[in-house]
């Protein structure tokens, strides 16, 4: 029997909303769902539609340390929306579909891997939670994950931060226009996982003309030489001209046209908020290209309202473009220098704000550069907020493939720090063992 | 008196039911040739045994239009579709439509009027038409520009038929609503010459009594309704006997039912004591359609499934060479294995014998034999169960809580009907683990179920408080709303009164009406709740008719 070409996951939580008026509520997918089924998608026989089942805690803690623990800081929502992505990589993995299309919510890609709270709109990683399952359950070792959410990716960009297996892609608004204020190019991973995270900030006003000169001049080459088992797309899609979040000119054209070249073999939805003279259509764009289908009637009724791009928005595409070429040119040599530079260890301090609740959180990762293996590295959070309070913990995490002497340091840390009781929670999150240990 | 009448493959059946009691059961031969001809003597025969023509009721379910396509004695139809921006269905529609200007979209906002000028160029490309199918996308949502252009054409081309989209179905889904209207208008003539050869046949018997037509949800529609809506008649067989065992066996826990014929089996699964509907509608072939129908799995499997082996594998099914050896049959069948099983009592053990010995290997005793025949029928049949029940497991819903709290099909109990239910039955329910029952007159169930089926109607109301209007696409209304404080109570009271003018223009008794769709959504527009968007499907609850008064 020939495998469909696309498994579609469409879980719009008609139930669930962060608060009635929130950007993240009960309608969000409503329009969505309603140009679907008008559209007669779901009975394509390209197109196979598939239930979410829901995530258990075990998949959750592969990524994430929650303080005091992530069950408490979630709904069955989250492990629903995890749970669907997990079922459109499973739909893949069996070979039932070519390829498969994850459009629920809540949506994941702001969740780093230690979690306080929701921090834009988003408490745990549905990507991050997939891609470690998938190494877990399937075997898959090279990842890549293009984000083309607006927004940059920060949580997906931190999960993997420290991991030369997956490659991180994300172009968005540029952090100094907009949340979260991050993804610059020099965010380009730590010194042993140099080089997999690549940041492309785009000016505001970017249109499909520029998004495609990133898509063919950068991205697509990149990929190429990356070779990932795995190509998984972080589809937001508040780029839209109409979006009200932001200030990118993408029209669903220029987002189908991107599904279509960047033949993901799973697309994940994450943000996008213009909910009526959007999404109905992006959504509907990205569906029939990841199904092999004619896309080219779909255009937004009001396209005559999305501006052409300015030669000085062209100008500043074509230069982070040709500066990330030149880094990902440089990329093996600009890692052996950062790891000669560092030492043993590497360090970095940030301070991470939740916007939800008005937590902030200074945290400290160390990262042990060890010869012979990926190593492991240690986190100190400590968050506060008004009505929050205080909550800090210390945690090791140790790499999937960590030699025994790495295993046996990461938990002494531990050990150690748990003695001077300087902190509220301890934790190790062992991928060797595939375990969340509080200790 | 009610009277139902279901032509079928092989026998047209009779059955006359009077305060809940089959006083009448008759089977005559199907005359493929001219349907008609067979209806008109299974009620000859009804009337000698009941000594009486004053029915209340005559149900007729019937495969004039299921035939009619098969056959192709369908009409030239002149499609015309409005899809907007989207998909593009022209590959996936029966027949290729000519594309007008105009576009709905899905709030209802009409953003792209239709012209005149295009419908023009239309009618003379279908000169040769004298039905004419227009959809366009969201019409459900605002018929305007659907009821437009078919008043140019109306105009233009004076056809003798115009369907819509919109006012097939009321429900989301274009590509379902388009090729319904399209197979509506295509079947429209021949299903209306038929309906006139009843009327003036029973008229020149003496028979006055009205005449409905059964559908695909087990509802049936009169005569004069059906004429405007013929694909409603398509798919009814299996329905008819849905609602036979309906009516003769009420049932709450989760069953599933098994009508078992000659060449095929048709399950249906069963919550609270009615059938489960299949997810958009039915299909005609590969296409689509929004027509409403209960969700059966036919598998070919039946009494007359010939047994053979190949690379010395038993076979059973799905192919049927003729009857069984029993009574004369070319090949060894299922029934046959069931005689020599002791299971029925059917013609000739002896011929039944020689039938499982011919397919007998290593010595195996034509007992054993029959034993492994019933087995692998069962199994054929078992697997056709569960994958239904994952089927129905796997079902997509769109609520966390219907995740979290979503309930298992468990079925409990299984009912069998049709000629060779008596024999697999027993040893299916063995194999399930599960209860049983036989209705006794479970040889026409389908004509009882035609009998009594309750006359049926459905109406979609969607209230957009936001934009201060509400629709109901069947009756091609787009109204404005009373106030801004609408609530669902209100689109439900309102829905309800559409639904009672509507059952009575159509003169249909309005029974029990039932909610089986309802959604509500707050509308938000920068961060401040403008309004609401609601929208419910209402419809008289299919089901039986327990005395014939109702029937009229």
Redesign the interface.
Known sequence: MDAKKLGLV???????AIS??HPE???RL??T???I????????PSIQ??????AKINDIERVHIGVPDIGSLI???HL?SA?GVMAAADAVMRGEVKRAFALTRPPGHHAMRVVHGTRGFCTINNEAIMVEYLRKQYGVRKVAIVDTDVHHGDGTQDVFYHDPETLFISFHQDGRTLYPGTGFTDELGSPQALGTTLNIPLPPGTTDEGLHTVLDHLVMPVLADFQPDIIINSAGQDNHYSD?LANMKITAQGYARLADKLKADIAVLEGGYSI?TAL??VN?GII?AMAE??Y??????DIQTCPSQSSAVTRAINNVVAEQQGMWAMREQLRREAVAKSGDFWQRSRNIFYDERGINEKQTEKVRLCPKCAGYFTITTEARGSDFGYKSAFGAVISREACPHCREAAVDAVHKAKQQEKYQHYFVQNKYEDKLEKM | MLLGLDVGGTFTDGAVVLDGKVISTVKTPTTHDDLLKGILAAIDQVVDDVGSRDFTRIALSTTIVTNALIKGDIDQVGLCIMPGPGMNITTSLPVKPYVLSGYIDHRGHNLVGPRQDEVVAACRQFKDCGVFAISGKFAVRNPTNELAVAQWVQQEAHPDYITTGSGVSGTLNFLRRTNSAYYNAAVWRHFNIFSTAVKSALKARGIGAPVYILKADGGTLPLLVARNYPVEAIFTGPAASVLGIMAMNPMDSPALSLDIGGTTTDIALWQNGVPLFAEGGASVGEFVTSLRAFRLSSIGLGGDSLVHRAQGILKVGPQRLGPAMAVGGPSPTVTDAMVVANLIDFGDPQLAIKAMAQVAIDGQTPREVADKVLHTAISIISQAIYDMLAQQANKPVYRVADIVHGTQFTVKHVIGVGGSAVGLVPLLAKYLGVSYDLPKQGMVANAIGAAVARPTVDITLRADTAEGYYTVAELGIKNKLPGHKFTLTDVYALGKKHLTELATSRGIPLGVTEIIQSEEFNVVQGFRTVGKIMTCRLQIKPGVLLNSEEGS
């Open positions: 469409f879980f719009p939580a008609f139930d669930w009635p008026v509520r009960e309608e409503l329009y769902r309603d140009q089924v008008e559209e007669g998608l779901l009975d394509m539609e598939y239930k979410p089942g829901m709904t069955n929502a629903v749970g009200p009526e109905p259509y509907v029939l289908m004619d080219s009637k779909v255009i937004e009724p």
